[in-house]
């Protein structure tokens, strides 16, 4: 984070130079001009709107860029524990789901919106190393279990093998085509897959009245990525460590998606919560209600996956990541995947009423829906409307 200030700091310089410049140039046109217009026809003017436009552009750039960092300086000194600025976590939180989305800053980020992190900053260094030095407690009383009963992790080992975040084409030797992750796969000791192999092992071991269920390594996907690509040394050399504690505290509140005792109860667990999209589509637009009701759309549990992962298996790995930067920062916790599911079939509108089922069907399974942005904003919309917040 100090070596993207420095950047930064450096870049901001360099624009200052630029914009001095730049009005430099633009009083000695000036100039030119005035002197021109002495000695020609008054009506023939030496205005460019190009480069008046250009002007505007550049001075518009520059401004939003002195903003830009002005809001990164702010925010990584917050989240940075080596600077006395203390943390504001309602202001971080708004910065988040409001739209602030920064790559270099989301494993602080996430870390802080999990609860990972202690609430009071200054002590986040001990607490960082004790949690670390837990996790491979944790891991190694798992590993003896494992010793004792083989096999107890081979859903995981399955799940884990066959998922591809990041599909790359490659041949190999027989000149067959094959399918690899370019992100799991790109280490060649698999080192990414063993390390997300070990985390939902321990988490298995270690929270046995949740143990593992198909699906959770999707939901862990995510953190784990964002810690092991973080350009912070120290978010890589500790992602497997700190991504179990994210994820552990991420499970303690939606755990709740993969107990199957909950399937089939309309009042808790997930069944309730897919009812809810359902509630929210009839009361937002009752035309497109009634033609999945018609075609009995409505019977189906076509949002399962969506709602008991987070959505993370419907968006590009890159836009799961902004959507999830919200979702973690919304104060009312994970309310807003419910409209976000709304929003999505709200969207599909002209599919589903020109399709019949099994070409809606098709469209609401696949996957890589449309953009994320454009998904949550509905999604808002439909919350404030609902709770009379315009």
């Known amino acids: 984070v100090m070596e993207n200030r420095t ?34 026809n008054p009506t023939n ?6 480069n008046s436009t250009n002007t505007t552009a550049n001075t518009t750039n520059y401004i939003e860029e002195r ?35 920064n790559a270099l800053l989301r494993p602080k980020f996430w870390k802080l919106l999990l609860g990972y992190l ?40 399955k799940d884990v093998d066959r998922v591809c975040i990041l599909p790359v084409t490659v ?48 939901v862990l996907i995510p953190i784990y990525y964002v810690f092991s690509t973080s350009k912070d040394i120290d ?19 939606i755990g709740e998606h993969f107990i199957s005792e909950y399937d089939y109860d309309c009042t808790v667990g997930i069944r309730k919560k897919m009812d809810s999209v359902l509630e929210l589509v009839r009361r937002y637009d009752a035309e497109l209600y009634a033609v999945m009701e018609r075609k009995k759309i409505s019977e189906t549990m076509f949002h399962l996956r969506w709602v008991s992962l987070l959505l993370c298996s419907e968006f590009e790995i890159e836009q799961v990541l902004v959507l999830w930067d919200k979702l973690f920062a919304d104060s009312y916790r994970f309310e807003m995947v419910i409209y976000c599911c709304a929003a999505i079939i709200v969207l599909m509108k002209n599919a589903i009423v020109e399709s019949g089922f099994d070409e809606c069907m098709g469209v609401l399974q696949a996957t890589k829906k ?21």
Do not use: W
């Not at 830009?68 to 006395?84: A, P, R, V």
């Not at 790109?186 to 298995?204: Q, V």
């Not at 500790?238 to 504690?245: C, L, P, S």
């Open 7 to 40: 950047v930064m700091k450096n870049k901001d310089n360099m624009i200052e130079e630029n914009s001095v410049n730049m009005n430099n140039n633009n009083e000695n046109s000036v100039t030119n001009t005035n002197s021109t217009n002495t000695n020609t």
């Open 45 to 50: 003017t030496n205005t460019n709107p190009t």
């Open 67 to 101: 903003i830009e960092y002005k809001i990164y300086s702010h925010i990584s000194e917050q989240l940075d524990i080596s600077n006395f600025v203390p943390r504001n976590y309602y202001e971080l939180r708004n910065y988040c789901y409001y739209g602030y989305s």
């Open 118 to 157: 202690p609430k009071n900053k200054f002590k986040t260094e001990y607490h960082l190393k004790e949690r670390r030095k837990l996790y491979h407690f944790y891991y190694e009383k798992a590993n003896a279990v494992l010793m004792d009963n083989p096999g107890i992790d081979d859903a995981i080992n």
């Open 171 to 218: 041949g190999v030797h027989d000149g067959s085509i094959a399918q690899k992750c370019s992100f799991l796969d790109s280490c060649a000791d698999r080192m990414h897959r063993n390390a997300l192999k070990r985390i939902l092992l321990t988490f298995k071991v270690t929270n046995s009245s949740v143990g593992y269920t198909q699906g959770m390594h999707m």
């Open 235 to 253: 978010d890589v050399r500790y992602a497997e460590e700190d991504a179990f504690f994210c994820f552990f505290n991420l499970m303690s509140e």
């Open 370 to 390: 449309d953009d994320v942005l454009t998904v949550f904003a509905l999604a808002d919309k439909m919350r404030r409307e609902y709770n009379g917040d315009q």
